[in-house]
T-cell receptor
Framework: DVKVTQSSRYLVKRTGEKVFLECVQD?????MFWYRQDPGLGLRLIYF???????EKGDIPEGYSVSREKKERFSLILESASTNQTSMYLC????????????????FGDGTRLSIL | AQSVTQPDIHITVSEGASLELRCNYS??????LFWYVQSPGQGLQLLLK??????LVQGIKGFEAEFKRSQSSFNLRKPSVHWSDAAEYFC????????????FGRGTSLIVHP
């Protein structure tokens, strides 16, 4: 079965710290995504990647960076954590099917609830 | 640009009652449509998807959705709700060609009364 694993369910960090959120998928998917989810705002795309070492900014990339050194792993980095980055972070992956214009459903991890104090 | 509207922020139903969650999309061509469910403390799980063909789509957990092009809608339905259906529901639209990034609605929170 499809599996997207996020390294931590809950994380507490301090302002100014460098924070790493890790995501691993076992489905050999080309596409990987990072979202943050806040009450009333739904899912907002931070970054996505369609191949190893490739990355594209989403809607709210400020204050974040990403790394994809291996196909199965996509890391989200908060360079200097701030309190307004307290949120639920969701990782997702999807396969690339050129004949269907890439519209395969996304598979999500269980999320990391990050608190910045 | 594509967009998704879920008009209802919260919906409250009694257990055993029928359910309809609304979703309206804006997109120029034939959309690719999805419904996801998010149980408390969990990630999103795909309930069903529409790509083409039959406009009534069956999904998991007894859910179905109907694509109505004339109304730009993709409403989710269930004939009899169970207490375990209490969750957040997200509608999403994907584009054809060029972008594989879906656009999500803001979600509808389903509350089930015993």
């Amino acid at each position: 079965d499809v599996k997207v694993t996020q390294s931590s369910r809950y994380l507490v960090k301090r302002t100014g710290e460098k924070v790493f959120l890790e995501c691993v998928q076992d489905m050999d998917h080309e596409n990987m995504f990072w979202y943050r989810q806040d009450p009333g705002l739904g899912l907002r795309l931070i970054y996505f990647s369609y191949d190893v070492k490739m990355k594209e900014k989403g809607d709210i990339p400020e204050g974040y960076s990403v790394s994809r050194e291996k196909k199965e792993r996509f890391s989200l980095i908060l360079e200097s954590a701030s309190t307004n980055q307290t949120s639920m972070y969701l990782c997702a992956s999807s396969s690339l099917v050129r004949a269907r214009s890439d519209n395969q459903p996304q598979h999500f991890g269980d999320g990391t609830r990050l608190s910045i104090l | 640009a594509q967009s998704v509207t879920q008009p209802d922020i919260h919906i409250t139903v009694s257990e055993g009652a029928s359910l309809e969650l609304r979703c309206n999309y804006s997109y120029g061509a034939t959309p690719y449509l999805f419904w996801y469910v998010q149980s408390p403390g969990q990630g999103l799980q795909l309930l069903l998807k529409y790509f083409s063909g039959d406009t009534l789509v069956q999904g998991i957990k007894g859910f179905e959705a109907e694509f109505k092009r004339s109304q730009s809608s993709f409403n989710l339905r269930k004939p009899s709700v169970h207490w375990s259906d209490a969750a957040e529901y997200f509608c999403a639209v994907g584009s054809s060609g060029g972008s594989y990034i879906p656009t999500f609605g803001r979600g509808t929170s389903l509350i089930v009364h015993p």
